[in-house]
């Protein structure tokens, strides 16, 4: 599976779509990412338990930045089964824990109070950077 081209801005000109293997394919020649990648992967798992299937990663690790700092992403929450209790703020915190920084994806931003994905769909530049939609079902 090949990554989709990065604008001027570095960030991906498009979404793409991955299965949990897939995802580590990508990435497994980048040293910085597939050590973040590890790292997270309780976190991601505990979001699976609270039952979201799919999550967005935007942000740095979805764009050209040689060494991003964490994972951003969003997590859908509406219209489908998940677990509220475990998705509380202090279960985000524990997810920071594992560098992972992910939101509801309507929950709004303290920055402008725009909702998370209305905040990342944007981009620094207004140039509407691709997502990284991600399916947890194989994890």
């Known amino acids: 599976m090949l990554l989709p081209t990065k604008n001027q801005y570095g960030t991906f000109t498009k979404d793409v779509a991955l299965k949990w293997n897939e995802f580590l394919q990508c990435y497994k020649k980048d040293r910085a990412r597939k050590k973040l990648i590890e790292d997270a992967k309780p976190g991601f798992e ?67 109070g725009e909702s998370h994905l209305e905040f990342f769909r944007r981009g620094r530049n207004n140039e509407s950077p691709g997502f990284i939609i991600l399916s947890l079902k194989d994890l």
């Open 46 to 112: 505990l979001l699976k338990a609270a039952g979201i299937e799919t999550i967005y990663i935007v942000g740095s690790f979805a764009s050209n930045k040689r060494k991003p700092n964490d994972i951003d992403g969003l997590f859908f929450t509406d219209g489908k089964y998940y677990k509220k209790e475990m998705l509380s703020e202090d279960s985000l915190d524990i997810l920071e824990s594992f560098g992972l920084d992910f939101y509801p994806a309507d929950m709004p931003t303290q920055l402008t």
